[in-house]
């Protein structure tokens, strides 16, 4: 079973960058579908990105598109959420989630696909 920690979170003023992490336990990392998620208080958990296992596919928020980029890296067992241009809205608490498939080009947007989540990482923009 695929165990998950986000690391990259912190306070940044609008307009900054920050880089997510989520490093994965196991040696089939390749085997899973990855998605990040994102919860603020008095909201529903939203999707803000997704990729397949080899890269091939992924898959945007509207709110996120042309502002964040995920990416992976087998060889570490790690998933990237490169987040440029931050705003206010983006404050939340991030989740990376896994989802085992036997599927090389498919990223999955829905949270009900996936199975594995981290404890999640906080992220702070201030105006």
């Known amino acids: 079973q695929v165990q998950l920690v986000e690391s990259g979170g912190g306070l940044v003023q609008a307009g900054g960058s920050l880089r997510l992490s989520c490093a994965a336990s196991?040696?089939?990392?390749?085997?899973?579908?990855m998605g990040w998620f994102r919860q603020s208080p008095g909201k529903e958990r939203e999707f803000v990105a997704a990729i397949s296992r080899y890269g091939s596919s992924t898959s945007y928020a509207d709110s996120v598109k042309g502002r964040f980029t995920i990416s992976r890296d087998n060889a570490k067992n790690t998933v990237y959420l490169r987040m440029n241009s931050l705003k206010p809205e983006d404050t939340a608490v991030y989740y990376c989630?896994?989802?085992?498939?036997?599927?090389?080009?498919?990223?999955?947007?829905?949270?009900?696909?996936?199975?594995?989540w981290g404890q999640g990482t906080q992220v702070t923009v201030s105006s």
């Open positions: 196991g040696p089939t990392f390749a085997f899973y579908a």
């Open positions: 989630a896994a989802k085992w498939t036997q599927t090389y080009g498919t990223s999955y947007g829905s949270s009900d696909a996936y199975n594995h």
